[in-house]
């Protein structure tokens, strides 16, 4: 492994020192390419092992778990990988672990590999039932605990009390300026979209970026199936990523956009995490991206450095970026409050260029065309509509409007009635299928 980079042995260092002034689990934060596992592998690992501790490293998502299996083992370490299908391999010196295995070994009462040091990757996701238990488990043993991620931020506002210190490392304009992201250029609508995109994605790759590596983040998983298809008739060869992707799959789809005989992914959300490749320059938005985390995320998916790129471009076809700020603002981050607020005067105080479309900070004249064709951002329009709590609403009914609005979708768009229920059915995610499976079931029964 590489020697760390100043900033990543500073950042190690102030975690270590919580650890010595009392804390038993911190949380640290660096951008999106910033170099967290490596990091965590070179400075907590390494040194740890070698003072006879043993360590977990637990992660979600089957590439970050291979990804650092591999690294562990390239420092020569004794490594084992601890997921479904696999046995527990004995005297290890560090388990790279799947967290829902872990969890599934608690519930059935069997031992979990012994930690004194415990790494969770993906760290903003702790609050959830699998990693709290996993956590509480660990803690309960004297483990000192470590998470690592870009936004230290959860879905609901929430504290992230899983944590006693946080400790940030650079921010992405510094690492711009370090060389180790690339900067970014967003173009946007002049307001926030409360419904549709302001331009076809289609449209614009095959128009303006031809010669991209793009990733298009479509709202669901039908219209990610569309975008794909209508991008490979047009002759931009995409493939899709989806939740449902199997990892080797996955490994496939890096390898070749690396070698040019994939052009650009069309996913929704299966990429925002643990898919790292460098090589890809622009990023599509078409999703609402309402909150911090995966808006950041998406972002980080095109900023990382690389030979053939001098900046990243990203369309943000709903205007997320009047909620969030520029992807280069520096934020507040922090445990419990203002979670990812940007430090600028206020994200509202974007311009947008009426030549180039480029979102600026409020200035006279684009820096990137010279126009002078600058307008303030239109505050979001706000309509009224009853509200219900969708709890109440039984699971079938809320599948089957769910198909219905992705098969009403689909046929605004030209597909054939027959063929739109089809796909609707078979792109819904597994939540959908099941409870349409299980409604019928309950119709065959009753007749």
């Not at 970014?184 to 995109?197: I, N």
């Not at 990382?304 to 997320?320: F, I, N, Q």
């Not at 009224?384 to 992705?406: H, K, N």
Request: a positive charge.
């Amino acid at each position: 492994m590489s020697a760390l980079f100043p900033y990543q042995r500073d950042t190690i260092l102030r975690a270590q020192g919580c650890y010595r002034s009392g804390a038993t689990a911190v949380l640290m934060q660096m951008p999106t390419g910033a170099g967290k596992s490596h990091a965590a592998i070179g400075g907590i690992i390494v040194p740890s092992v070698s003072q006879g501790r043993s360590v977990i490293f637990a992660a979600h998502l089957e590439e970050i778990i291979d990804d650092a299996a591999a690294r562990v083992a390239a420092e020569g370490l004794r490594v084992a990988v601890v997921k479904s299908g696999r046995k527990l391999a004995p005297n290890a010196q560090v388990y790279v672990c799947s967290t829902p295995t872990l969890a599934r070994m608690l519930e059935r009462g069997e031992a979990l590999p012994a930690a004194q040091r415990v790494i969770l990757d993906e760290a903003h996701r702790a609050a959830s039932s699998t990693n709290r238990a996993i956590l509480t488990h660990y803690r309960n043993t004297g483990a000192l605990i470590l998470g690592l991620t870009a936004t230290p931020s959860r879905g609901d506002g929430q504290p992230l009390d899983e944590f006693e210190q946080l400790v940030t490392g650079p921010s992405v304009r510094e690492l711009v300026r370090m060389g180790n992201l690339v900067p970014c250029q967003v173009f946007a609508p002049d307001r926030v979209l409360e419904r549709g995109v302001a331009r076809d994605p289609v449209e614009l790759v095959t128009s303006e970026r031809m010669e991209s590596r793009a990733v298009i983040f479509a709202p669901d998983g039908a219209s990610a199936q569309v975008i794909h298809e209508r991008l490979c008739t047009a002759g931009y060869r995409t493939e899709t990523v989806l939740d449902g992707t199997p990892g080797e799959i996955r490994r496939g789809v890096r390898d070749r956009l690396k070698s040019g005989e994939t052009r650009g992914i069309v996913t929704v959300r299966a990429v925002i995490e643990g898919f790292d490749a460098p090589v890809l320059d622009t990023a599509v938005l078409c999703g609402a991206f309402t909150t911090i985390t995966p808006w950041l995320q998406a972002i980080g998916r095109v900023t990382r450095a690389h030979p053939r790129k001098t900046h990243a471009r990203v369309y943000d076809l709903r205007g997320a970026v009047y909620l969030h700020g520029l992807p280069e603002d520096d934020r507040v981050w922090s445990l419990a409050g203002e979670q990812g607020r940007s430090t600028a005067e206020r994200p509202a105080g974007l311009r947008t260029c009426r030549a180039c479309h480029a979102v600026t900070p409020p200035v006279t004249r684009c820096p990137r065309c010279g126009s002078t064709m600058l307008a303030d951002p239109r505050p979001m329009r706000v309509q009224r509509a009853e509200m219900f709590e969708a709890s109440q609403v039984p699971v079938g009914d809320r599948a089957a409007r769910y198909v219905e609005a992705v098969e009403k979708k689909l046929i605004e768009r030209g597909m054939p009635a027959r063929v739109a229920g089809m796909r609707a059915r078979e792109k819904a995610p597994s939540w959908v299928r099941e409870a349409l499976a299980g409604a019928g079931e309950a119709q065959r029964r009753a007749g």
